[in-house]
């Protein structure tokens, strides 16, 4: 079974570097059939996903527009985990964060299962 | 960016049926997922795939897509079922989710 822990600060200041880990264990980072999510949860934004990474021959990373100048995934396949960081973050960055595994379907991303447990963040001076 | 649309609420008696609708252009030629989320905890997967229940989803939950909307079912809704719920698709490089549905069991 799949198991996901988060970890990192729940505090960051404006204009800093929100970062997050995301530890795998029951499957593999550079695992073939997966890809590896971050998500987040605002009351005012809902559900937005931030960006993914994963193995087909080679990583791939693709990331949501709305982040793409700030946002970076990156595997460490040493740890089995993933992180996300996000610069230059802003109130408006204030959510819940989730990692998640994704499916590839036919060397597709697809469905998305099972999400951490979600880590709060907040951006506040 | 690929907009999915939900009602912001349903309601159904207890036992009774129900379902929960996801409009977005041509939704029928993508593969919609289904996830329900009670408070303070992360969303479940509850449909993959359009009709697709994993492991552990009652057969009460099943879902369908065409058109312009995908909807989920979900039967002999019980007060355990009370959450929200959200669709999803992959729209090329990235992920589109609604804006999710709650659904209160009366």
């Known amino acids: 079974q799949v198991q996901l822990q988060q970890s990192g600060p729940r505090l960051v200041r404006p204009s800093q570097t929100l970062s997050l880990t995301c530890v795998i264990s029951?499957?593999?980072?550079?695992?073939?059939?997966?890809?590896w999510n971050w998500i987040r949860q605002s009351p005012s934004r809902g559900l937005e996903w931030l960006g993914r990474t994963y193995y087909k021959s080679k990583w791939y990373n693709e990331y949501a527009v709305s982040v793409q100048s700030r946002i970076t995934i990156y595997p460490d396949t040493s740890k089995n985990q993933f992180s996300l960081q996000l610069n230059s973050v802003t109130p408006e960055d204030t959510a819940v964060y989730y990692c998640?595994?994704?499916?590839?379907?036919?060397?597709?991303?697809?469905?998305?299962?099972?999400w951490g447990q979600g880590t709060l963040v907040t951006v506040s001076s | 960016s690929y907009e999915l649309t939900q009602p912001l609420s349903v309601s159904v008696a207890l036992g009774q049926t129900t379902t929960i609708t996801c409009a977005g252009n041509?939704?029928?030629?993508?593969?919609v997922h289904w996830y329900h989320q009670k408070p303070g905890q992360a969303p479940v997967l509850v449909i993959y795939r359009d009709i697709n229940r994993p492991s552990g989803i009652p057969e009460r939950f099943s879902g369908s897509n065409s058109g312009n909307t995908a909807t989920l079912t979900i039967s002999r809704a019980q007060v355990g079922d009370e959450a929200d719920y959200y669709c999803q698709v992959c729209d090329g490089s990235t992920v589109a989710f609604g804006g999710g549905t709650k659904l209160t069991v009366l």
């Open positions: 998640a595994r994704g499916a590839l379907w036919t060397g597709t991303p697809d469905w998305i299962d099972p």
């Open positions: 041509n939704i029928g030629r993508k593969n």
């Open positions: 029951g499957d593999s980072v550079s695992g073939d059939s997966t890809a």
